[in-house]
């Protein structure tokens, strides 16, 4: 799919916002956090257990991130010091990792064993689904409570904030009873762990075992192009049409690309590590976004849950407010990601792979080129 196909649409939704917005002042602490430039110090801090080695094959790198994060995924189930929201958080956060991590080899994985596990992925995930969404929409009250505090009289909001609480506690307690769920997620995190560490990642021993990653960089170019050409769609999607599944099926597409340059950041610490960086932080308002359209869906069938009619009101008033200035921000960063054309990117990605094997390979005795 060339780079015609992807334009109309993007220009559609550049020259719509570039001035819809008109002289509305965003001041909040989202738009400051979106025009912030990335700390120096945050370079150190950035998890280098998730990057390709320095000279780690392609495939090695692959199956070492992807073995590791299935590991963590069913960990948390078994710490002791672990709450049940916490270990499926960092569940749901790992198994997003290996998907990302497979989109991006996907051109030398035989599709049948794609589509089985990237199904099979998905579907445990989604066993967690409810668990979080309780978590996610209590998030999003309490992120209103904060924001709005100050200009709000006392305990505005406590009465749905302790609902969202108990029934938050409720959900998990019925997942806790449930003597299928937890096992189900586990046994399915194994069998992928065994699965993937029968993987032969030996490009020459492809036509023997029907699957190998080659260490080049045509491997990459398909997968991470497909990944930042779907995520410049939704976001005009998204723009385009201002529903909240669309923004939401946006965010997922960001975390496929933050988790592929955190793979990729050795290519170029300086360049890629910043670019992970801001991916991240679109995909924190995003997911703050998401949050806060499904506590006001829910509470549109759930008044229970806010039975005071003004406070329903002030809130979804506030929520409306709040997620204007979520997408505003995150546009301010999506304009930044996919400013490049996908084929612009993927020469450029190239470009890195091939300066990175130059320093693998080249004899540089006096010289240490990071």
Not at 86 to 94: I, L, P
Not at 209 to 230: C, K, P, V
């Given at each position: 799919m060339g780079d015609q196909d992807l334009e109309p649409g993007a220009e559609t939704v550049w020259e719509k916002t570039r001035g819809s917005h008109g002289s509305r002042?965003?001041?909040?602490?989202?738009?400051?956090?979106?025009?912030?430039?990335?700390?120096?110090?945050?370079?150190?801090?950035?998890?280098?257990?998730?990057?390709?080695?320095?000279?780690?094959?392609?495939?090695?790198?692959?199956?070492?991130?992807?073995?590791?994060?299935?590991?963590?995924?069913?960990?948390?189930?078994?710490?002791?010091?672990?709450?049940?929201?916490?270990?499926?958080?960092?569940?749901?956060?790992?198994?997003?990792?290996?998907?990302?991590?497979l989109r991006l080899v996907r051109g030398e994985i035989p599709s049948r064993i794609y589509d089985f596990e990237n199904r099979s992925l998905r579907d445990t995930g989604h066993l967690l689904t409810e668990i979080r969404s309780s978590q996610g929409v209590l998030n999003a009250a309490l992120s209103i409570r904060d924001i709005y505090g100050d200009l709000l009289a006392d305990r505005t909001f406590t009465d749905m904030i302790e609902r969202l609480s108990r029934r938050r506690d409720l959900t998990e307690l019925n997942a806790l009873e449930d003597p299928h769920l937890v096992g189900r997620v586990v046994r399915s995190l194994e069998r992928a762990y065994h699965r993937y560490g029968s993987w032969s990642t030996d490009s020459e021993a492809m036509e023997a075992?029907?699957?190998?990653?080659?260490?080049?960089?045509?491997?990459?170019?398909?997968?991470?192009?497909?990944?930042?050409?779907?995520g410049r769609r939704t976001m005009a999607t998204a723009y385009t049409r201002s529903a909240p599944g669309d923004f939401h099926a946006w965010r997922k597409r960001v975390k496929d690309m933050r988790h592929q340059m955190e793979f990729l950041a050795p290519l170029w610490p300086e360049v890629v590590v910043g670019m992970a960086m801001t991916l991240h932080r679109l995909g924190d308002l995003l997911g703050e976004d998401n949050d806060l359209a499904e506590l006001m869906s829910l509470l549109a069938h759930r008044p229970d849950l806010c039975p005071n009619p003004s406070e329903r009101s002030?809130?979804?008033?506030?929520?409306?407010?709040?997620?204007?200035?979520?997408?505003?921000?995150?546009?301010?960063?999506?304009?930044?990601?996919?400013?490049?054309?996908p084929k612009a990117l993927t020469h450029r990605f190239g470009e890195y792979w091939g300066a990175r094997h130059m320093a693998i390979t080249g004899q540089l005795d006096t010289l240490v080129v990071c």
């Open positions: 002042h965003y001041a909040g602490l989202v738009t400051v956090l979106a025009t912030t430039p990335t700390v120096g110090d945050d370079l150190v801090a950035f998890d280098t257990s998730l990057q390709l080695g320095g000279s780690e094959p392609l495939g090695a790198g692959i199956k070492r991130v992807t073995m590791e994060q299935l590991e963590l995924a069913a960990a948390g189930f078994f710490a002791p010091e672990t709450s049940l929201g916490g270990a499926v958080h960092e569940s749901r956060k790992s198994i997003k990792r290996v998907r990302a991590m075992y029907g699957m190998g990653i080659r260490d080049e960089f045509a491997t990459l170019e398909q997968g991470l192009g497909a990944t930042y050409t779907s002030l809130f979804r008033a506030l929520a409306t407010q709040r997620r204007l200035e979520l997408q505003t921000a995150s546009e301010i960063l999506g304009r930044r990601v996919y400013a490049e054309r």
